[in-house]
């Protein structure tokens, strides 16, 4: 009973603070750290020990296996080798300059015992990357670069741990160490991959949504023992699984099987992850105590745990910025043909190493006869903390400093409606080929409708500088929204005067809430800002219409389609031709003059003659650019 009243207040104590720091705007995971650390000192409140098994087997491989199998397979492939660069070869940077500086302040302190606490204090940890990335307006290329950075670097970190662990309690040879790296990556990967297809298989085979749930919840700790149980890393076992299962699923999903999951694995990660915050505070008290025992002043605790602290957070510059300097190096001397990033970019990278659960839990795994063992546990906690609060509540300011350039929603709706444009093009042609005289017309009617309007509803999520105060999408989703209502409303009380059975009734208001989400999805319109809205330079070149050097001409008007005025119709956007400057409305409006001016005179390319926005449209080619 006593664990199960622990369990629930954590986790209420969990949605407490996470809806207060939500509403303030204030960093959650600090939050929640300071609540915990608070609540260590309060009479009664239980002594929450972070035992190192429940986190490297419990909590661990859930929180990286929701990241990974979020995370774009395609994009790890181009980014490897930088990945590499940060989760191995920072890690092993990271745990010698730690190490020696460790070995250098802290009395008695063996130089294997040095290095343990440079393992321990060597991963970011991928759960406050992720945090700290969702509120951080960073460039898309760089979050990914974190995150991929943070998912392979603790099977790293942990194999130099237990390298050094070996180094404490015997001795250990380069060449073994070398070998155990070796083993621990190539036994992780080779078990992520099979637990990754097979997991892919059997869900494949599977109808029943619970059970697919329920099935991939098993499939994080199935990689992990299995990757243990071969002498691998099961935390990469975890991530490459993951990968893999993320990957795959459009293939072998459906798409509620895909939603279900989707939605469950959000549900525990936030749980865990704002779970693991609140648990790192509250080890605050238990670790005074320990060390209160060790003999040492304050001023010398104080000493060491600012000296780890700032090799933690300078070895990861100095990598970063030597990193850069060989990259222009190799760039100046003709050996890379790739542009290397700015050093803004380098700046922000070191300075997002927020560190998190996993070097708290392996701080505890030193083993007992660790020379000074308490002392290294507290030198881990105020890197965990030092980091988070100096490190997470800067970052913001930085990267707004540096420049660096953030999402543009307004771009990513523009990618969206060409992307449902093809869709809907591709589907519209595979209709033609399916749809045979048997098919009744207003049915093959009604589904080119449906296609169009979801194409025509992605465009006018573009053009919100407009004048325009409501597009016809918008309309049809309020409309729709009060007429859910209604429906609903009908149905419960049909449901109270029990004219409908229960099974009905339940079947009926799942499908509203279905088609009620679908209306959600589109609610929040693109924020643009000052950058002007075109397409990317890239689907330019596939189009010999896009590519032609058009000289500027005169709009035929500044605000208005006068078609629509001549035939006493309303226009949702405007578009501007490039060979003759006629301005007309988009497909969304009634008229679709824009496309009749094509018809007309086969004028090839027009452009968005909205505020802000310079993409272009190919007729000929169905291209944007």
């Known amino acids: 009973m006593e664990i199960a009243a622990e369990i629930v207040a954590l986790v209420v104590a969990v949605l407490a603070v996470t809806a207060v720091a939500r509403r303030l705007d204030w960093s959650a995971p600090l939050c929640l750290i300071a609540v915990g650390v608070a609540a260590s000192f309060v009479p009664g409140v239980p002594d929450y020990q972070l035992d190192p098994e429940v986190v490297l087997v419990g909590l661990l491989p859930p929180l990286l296996y929701s990241t990974a199998i979020q995370t774009s397979l395609v994009d790890f492939r181009r980014l490897r080798n930088p990945i590499a660069v940060l989760s191995v070869g920072l890690v092993l940077f990271t745990t010698a300059g730690v190490g020696l500086v460790a070995w250098l302040v802290i009395p008695g302190l063996s130089l294997a015992a040095g290095f343990a606490l440079g393992a321990v204090v060597a991963p970011p940890d991928a759960v406050a990357a992720t945090a700290v990335a969702r509120r951080v307006a960073m460039p898309r290329k760089m979050v990914r670069l974190l995150e991929g950075e943070s998912l392979f670097n603790d099977a790293a970190a942990l194999v130099a741990l237990s390298t050094s662990i070996a180094a404490i309690t015997g001795s250990i040879s380069l060449w073994q160490a070398g070998f155990d790296f070796a083993r621990a990556a190539v036994g992780g990967v080779v078990a992520g991959l099979v637990v990754g297809w097979v997991a892919s298989l059997v869900r494949l085979k599977l109808q029943e949504t619970v059970a697919d749930t329920a099935l991939s919840f098993a499939?994080?700790?199935?990689?992990?023992?299995?990757?243990?149980?071969?002498?691998?890393?099961?935390?990469?076992?975890?991530?490459?699984?993951?990968?893999?299962?993320?990957?795959?699923?459009?293939?072998?999903?459906?798409?509620?099987?895909?939603?279900?999951?989707?939605?469950?694995?959000?549900?525990v990660a936030y749980l865990l992850e704002n779970t693991v915050f609140l648990l790192i505070g509250l080890q605050l008290r238990r670790i005074l105590t320990e060390v209160g025992r060790s003999g040492l002043s304050v001023a010398m605790l104080a000493l060491i745990c600012a000296a780890v602290l700032a090799a933690t957070i300078l070895t990861r510059l100095l990598w970063l910025f030597g990193v850069a300097a060989e990259k222009r190096l190799k760039q100046a001397l003709g050996l890379k043909r790739h542009k290397a990033w700015p050093w803004r970019y380098s700046v922000v990278i070191?300075?997002?190493?927020?560190?998190?659960?996993?070097?708290?839990?392996?701080?505890?795994?030193?083993?007992?006869?660790?020379?000074?063992?308490?002392?290294?546990?507290?030198?881990?906690?105020?890197?965990?903390?030092?980091?988070?609060?100096?490190?997470?509540?800067?970052?913001?300011?930085?990267?707004?400093?540096?420049?660096?350039?953030?999402?543009?929603?307004?771009?990513?709706?523009?990618?969206?409606?060409?992307?449902?444009?093809?869709?809907?093009?591709?589907?519209?042609?595979?209709?033609?080929?399916?749809?045979?005289?048997?098919?009744?017309?207003?049915?093959?009617?009604?589904?080119?409708?449906?296609?169009?309007?979801?194409?025509?509803?992605?465009?006018?999520?573009?053009?919100?500088?407009?004048?325009?105060?409501?597009?016809?999408?918008?309309?049809?989703?309020?409309?729709?929204?009060?007429?859910?209502?209604?429906?609903?409303?009908?149905?419960?009380?049909?449901?109270?005067?029990?004219?409908?059975?229960?099974?009905?009734?339940?079947?009926?208001?799942?499908?509203?809430?279905?088609?009620?989400?679908?209306?959600?999805?589109?609610?929040?319109?693109?924020?643009?800002?000052?950058?002007e809205l075109r397409a990317p330079a890239s689907l330019a070149e596939a189009c010999k219409h896009l590519a032609h050097g058009w000289r500027d001409v005169p709009a035929s008007s500044e605000d208005t389609c006068a078609a629509c005025i001549e035939e006493g119709l309303t226009w949702v956007h405007l578009r501007m031709c490039l060979k003759c400057g006629n301005v007309a409305c988009c497909d969304s409006s009634v008229g679709k003059h824009a496309d009749k001016h094509f018809r007309d005179t086969r004028h090839p390319v027009m452009r968005s003659y909205e505020p802000g926005e310079s993409w272009r449209w190919c007729f000929v080619d169905k291209q944007l650019g």
């Open 219 to 267: 499939v994080p700790f199935v990689a992990y023992l299995l990757g243990e149980a071969v002498h691998g890393s099961g935390v990469l076992a975890v991530v490459i699984a993951g990968l893999v299962i993320g990957h795959r699923s459009p293939r072998v999903l459906s798409g509620t099987a895909r939603t279900a999951s989707r939605h469950n694995w959000q549900t």
């Open 350 to 531: 070191g300075w997002a190493g927020m560190r998190g659960v996993v070097t708290l839990a392996a701080a505890f795994i030193l083993p007992a006869q660790t020379p000074e063992r308490v002392v290294l546990v507290l030198a881990a906690f105020v890197v965990v903390a030092g980091t988070l609060v100096l490190q997470g509540t800067t970052l913001p300011m930085l990267v707004r400093r540096m420049g660096l350039p953030g999402p543009d929603p307004a771009q990513d709706a523009l990618q969206e409606a060409a992307l449902l444009h093809d869709m809907v093009r591709v589907a519209l042609v595979r209709l033609d080929e399916i749809s045979s005289e048997n098919d009744p017309p207003e049915v093959v009617a009604r589904l080119r409708e449906r296609l169009q309007g979801r194409t025509d509803a992605a465009w006018e999520q573009l053009g919100r500088q407009s004048s325009l105060n409501e597009t016809p999408s918008d309309a049809y989703r309020r409309l729709r929204l009060d007429l859910l209502q209604v429906e609903r409303e009908h149905c419960l009380k049909a449901r109270d005067t029990g004219a409908a059975d229960d099974v009905v009734l339940r079947r009926v208001l799942e499908r509203l809430d279905i088609e009620e989400s679908m209306l959600d999805r589109d609610e929040e319109e693109p924020a643009q800002d000052d950058r």
